[in-house]
């Protein structure tokens, strides 16, 4: 996104420095500059503001993944609101509705945990998305039913919300972290 906004405005600075000849009226003549005005330094460019809205509404808190994880994260920065967006958007294609939340939160050593929760108008909703999900395995100890690979995904269903949750841990990232999922499933689910 800053790569194209970057690219935008090289191509607007671009525009306003061609030649257009006649339509361009002379500039009026002033005093010539000084040379104390010649060694001011010349400002730098501004870049765009960083875009960090939230996406997480309330779901989840970093004090909670810390102490689910024992991981020193806290909130990521981004534009969280957008990637909800494509969440709901998302479920949209297969004919549901959901409202969706999203909460990044990393830690400078590299560690990273997702959490995303869907929360449907029903569970019959939350039923039908959760029979398309493929490829991991039935886990207890979390929600009314969850799958897991053990390490960096789990997916737990409740009600009529799903939560996600996405993890991980830099120093480990194959290790066995099924505990940590499911600790921060079932703080996620508690609000989804």
């Given at each position: 996104?800053?790569?194209?906004?970057?690219?935008?405005?090289?191509?607007?600075?671009?525009?306003?420095?061609?030649?257009e000849?006649?339509?361009?009226?002379?500039?009026?003549?002033?005093?010539?500059?000084?040379?104390e005005?010649?060694?001011?330094?010349?400002?730098?460019?501004?870049?765009?503001?960083?875009?960090?809205?939230?996406?997480?509404?309330?779901?989840?808190?970093?004090?909670q993944?810390?102490?689910?994880?024992?991981?020193?994260?806290?909130?990521?920065?981004?534009?969280?609101a957008?990637?909800?967006?494509?969440?709901a958007?998302?479920?949209?294609?297969?004919?549901?509705?959901?409202?969706?939340?999203?909460?990044?939160?990393?830690?400078p050593?590299g560690?990273?945990?997702?959490?995303?929760?869907?929360?449907?108008?029903?569970?019959?909703?939350?039923?039908?998305?959760?029979?398309?999900?493929?490829?991991?395995?039935?886990?207890?100890?979390?929600?009314?039913a969850?799958?897991?690979?053990?390490?960096?995904?789990?997916?737990?269903?409740?009600?009529?919300?799903i939560?996600?949750?996405?993890?991980?841990?830099?120093?480990?990232?194959?290790?066995?972290?099924?505990?940590?999922?499911?600790?921060?499933?079932?703080?996620?689910?508690?609000?989804?």
């Amino acid at each position: 996104m800053r790569l194209f906004l970057l690219a935008a405005a090289a191509l607007c600075l671009l525009a306003a420095c061609t030649d257009e000849g006649t339509k361009r009226s002379p500039l009026p003549a002033g005093p010539a500059p000084s040379a104390e005005a010649s060694l001011r330094p010349v400002p730098s460019p501004s870049h765009p503001p960083v875009v960090n809205s939230d996406g997480c509404h309330g779901l989840i808190s970093a004090a909670q993944v810390q102490q689910a994880t024992g991981l020193p994260v806290q909130a990521s920065q981004g534009d969280g609101a957008a990637a909800v967006a494509q969440y709901a958007q998302a479920v949209q294609t297969l004919g549901l509705n959901a409202d969706a939340r999203m909460c990044p939160f990393g830690s400078p050593a590299g560690d990273q945990v997702t959490v995303v929760a869907l929360t449907f108008a029903d569970a019959g909703q939350a039923q039908k998305l959760w029979t398309t999900i493929a490829s991991l395995d039935a886990v207890g100890g979390v929600g009314e039913a969850a799958l897991s690979d053990r390490s960096k995904t789990l997916l737990a269903r409740r009600g009529k919300a799903i939560v996600a949750v996405y993890l991980v841990v830099a120093a480990a990232p194959g290790a066995d972290h099924l505990g940590q999922l499911r600790s921060v499933a079932n703080a996620a689910l508690s609000k989804a």
